[in-house]
């Protein structure tokens, strides 16, 4: 059974660098692509970006390249960095393993969905 | 962009079927999934690739999408089924888009 485990601090100051790890157990790192997703408060669900099992990235454009995702293969891991902060960062950050479909009918010729999901981090954006 | 809309809440009478719909320009000509989260819980994938049901999600979950409309329906509502439900699909500036969310209450 895949498991999925967000750790990093719930509090970052503005304008300062968020980081984020995420510890997959129960597959390997390398098999398959790996996602974050973040939910405000109270709001719905925001894709960040996703990297594949061969390093291959790919963000949501609303982020203005302030994220960045990498993988530690050696600790089964992957993280996200997210830079320059506001208090609009503030939510539930998510890690997924993001299972794919090659397609003619997907963007880009691939379609993704998410299963499973971590936990979910709560981190604050606050002085 | 391209914008997913759910309509925010959506009644039910347990036992009855539920219908929550998701609307997109040609949202048929994509494949859609479905997300329940429950509160206080993340997301539990319910429906992949419009009708595909993950192991272990009961069979009253089914899914279509056809036209502009996708469409997840819970046949038998449950109290248990009581949640927040997301559609996702994408657009052709981002391989991910979510809609809004529909909070689906059992009366």
């Known amino acids: 059974q895949v498991q999925l485990q967000e750790s990093g601090p719930g509090l970052v100051k503005p304008s300062e660098t968020l980081s984020l790890t995420c510890t997959v157990s129960?597959?390997?790192?390398?098999?398959?692509?790996w996602s974050w997703i973040r939910q405000s408060p109270g709001k719905g669900l925001e894709w960040i970006g996703y990297?594949?099992?061969?390093?291959?990235?790919n963000y949501n454009p609303s982020l203005k390249s302030r994220a960045t995702i990498s993988v530690d293969t050696s600790k089964n891991q992957f993280s996200l960095t997210l830079t320059s902060v506001t208090a609009a960062d503030t939510a539930i950050y998510y890690c997924?393993?993001?299972?794919?479909?090659?397609?003619?009918?997907?963007?880009?010729?691939?379609?993704?969905?998410?299963?499973?999901w971590g936990q979910g981090t709560l981190v604050t954006v606050s002085s | 962009s391209y914008e997913l809309t759910q309509p925010p809440s959506v009644s039910v009478s347990p036992g009855q079927p539920a219908s929550i719909t998701c609307s997109a320009d040609?949202?048929?000509?994509?494949?859609a999934s479905w997300y329940q989260q429950k509160p206080g819980q993340s997301p539990v994938l319910v429906i992949y690739?419009?009708?595909k049901r993950p192991s272990g999600i009961p069979e009253r979950f089914s899914g279509s999408n056809s036209g502009d409309t996708a469409t997840l329906t819970i046949s038998g509502t449950q109290a248990v089924d009581e949640a927040d439900y997301y559609c996702?699909?994408?657009?052709?500036?981002?391989?991910?888009?979510f809609g809004g969310g529909t909070k689906l209450t059992v009366l």
């Open positions: 990297i594949s099992y061969s390093g291959t990235t």
């Open positions: 997924a393993r993001a299972m794919t479909l090659a397609s003619r009918y997907c963007s880009g010729g691939r379609c993704y969905w998410f299963d499973p």
């Open positions: 996702q699909a994408w657009d052709s500036r981002s391989p991910v888009v």
């Open positions: 690739e419009d009708n």
């Open positions: 040609k949202l048929g000509s994509r494949y």
């Open positions: 129960g597959d390997s790192i390398s098999n398959s692509y």
